[in-house]
């Protein structure tokens, strides 16, 4: 007779969820390359100031357990940079993988390719589309592929807590819970 873990050692097909685990390195290190990074690629930011929660996604980078990143918060703290430059280039130096973002309201089928990542910069701006009388919700998509997949989930939003409950289904908000959140409280670097 066959048993459970004959199964387990047998069945191809059936492979347990297993997300990325990334330890991009020592934390000295990695807020190092956090601040040239962000130095960097935001010119629009006369001097660097480092908030607080910069820490909580420096210590992610530094080992992300397995887990997503959403970025919360009003405009002008950062989120965007992090998430489209910063990031990426701490992740291109020290794993040598690529990470591209796409802004929510561009965003159309998951490219369903072998990237670890799905990352959506924006999330609460793009369109529910209408395929037919068929409405598509791409970020619902998207974040519901990256839990299916087990890819890790980047995500950036101005919405708050509040607001992505009266937004999202219960379905969509419970793929976000494998995210670690970093809300990003501070005054607009914009002048």
């Avoid at 369109?127 to 037919?132: L, R, T, V």
């Avoid at 890790?152 to 793929?175: F, M």
Wanted: proline content about 3%.
């Amino acid at each position: 007779m066959r048993t459970i873990e004959d199964t387990f050692k047998n069945a191809d097909f059936l492979q347990p969820k297993v997300y990325n685990r990334y330890k991009l390195g020592v934390r000295e290190e990695i807020k190092e390359m956090f601040i040239k990074s962000f130095e960097y690629y935001d010119r629009t930011v006369d001097k660097y100031e480092h908030l607080p929660s910069y820490d909580e996604i420096i210590d992610w980078m530094v080992d992300t357990k397995g887990r997503g990143l959403m970025l919360m918060g009003e405009c002008g703290l950062g989120k965007s940079t992090i998430l489209n430059f910063v990031i990426p280039a701490i992740f291109r130096t020290k794993t040598n993988k690529i990470l591209r973002s796409v802004p929510a309201k561009e965003l159309g089928a998951v490219d369903r390719n072998k990237a670890p990542f799905i990352i959506i910069d924006d999330l609460g701006t793009e369109s529910i589309k209408n395929d037919y009388g068929t409405k598509i919700d791409a970020v619902a998509d998207a974040i519901s592929y990256a839990e299916d997949s087990s890819k890790t989930l980047l995500i950036t939003t101005n919405l708050t807590p509040k607001a992505l409950k009266e937004r999202y289904d219960e379905r969509t908000l419970d793929r976000l819970r494998k995210c670690k959140v970093v809300i990003i409280k501070g005054k607009s670097f914009r002048n």
